[in-house]
T-cell receptor, first 116, second 112 residues
């Protein structure tokens, strides 16, 4: 069974600074996807960034980037130039494809507060 | 595409009543997922369907919960009878294989 662990229940950062959210996972699969989802106070789950396990290059989406360490099974999210709108819950998630769909396993989430 | 559509957005009911939550996935997606989110337990997968067939319902709490997907464009999650501990936000999500899940806006259920 796969597990996803987010060891930081809450974090805060000053506006315009950089913050890194941690995520580790456990799996015996070799081919899989990793995701970071954002859930603002509106409750909507929004995909922030994805990483394919077979790709060595770390994914980047504007101010969001990941540090994917496959051997260490680590998948951290870095938010640069933090903005007030980044305040949200952030969930790390893992999936691998089986014959019957791509079930996601979520971590427990990290609540990020961006302070003005 | 309008994204994943859920209804109602809010539901308040009394203990013992039947509750039905509805979901319309994104057209062309072949997987559909029902999640429950609470402060205590976080985000839990209840059940998921692939090509309208239930694949894994091990997350369904008990027999009071049931889910159906009669066709590719509609699914329901039913709770009968409802209890106060069922109060939560219920999300529906859909995806095509090997891709991200797209979430609906959620239904906030309150059972009094």
């Amino acid at each position: 069974a796969q597990t996803v662990t987010q060891s930081q229940p809450e974090m805060s950062v000053q506006e315009a600074e950089t913050v890194t959210l941690s995520c580790t996972y456990d799996t015996s699969e070799n081919n899989y996807y990793l995701f970071w989802y954002k859930q603002p106070p509106s409750r909507q789950m929004i995909l922030v960034i994805r990483q394919e396990a077979y790709k060595q290059q770390n994914a980047t989406e504007n101010r969001f980037s990941v540090n994917f360490q496959k051997a260490a099974k680590s998948f951290s999210l870095k938010i640069s130039d933090s903005q007030l709108g980044d305040t949200a819950m952030y969930f790390c998630a893992f999936t691998h494809h089986n014959n019957a769909g791509n079930m996601l396993t979520f971590g427990g989430g990290t609540r990020l507060m961006v302070k003005p | 595409d309008a994204g994943v559509i859920q209804s109602p957005r809010h539901e308040v009911t009394e203990m013992g009543q039947e509750v039905t939550l509805r979901c319309k996935p994104i057209s062309g997606h072949n997987s559909l997922f029902w999640y429950r989110q609470t402060m205590m337990r976080g985000l839990e997968l209840l059940i998921y369907f692939n090509n309208n067939v239930p694949i894994d319902d091990s997350g369904m709490p008990e027999d009071r919960f049931s889910a159906k997907m009669p066709n590719a464009s509609f699914s329901t999650l039913k709770i009968q009878p409802s209890e106060p501990r069922d109060s939560a936000v219920y999300f529906c999500a859909s995806s095509s294989s090997w891709d991200e899940q797209f979430f609906g806006p959620g239904t906030r259920l309150t059972v009094l």
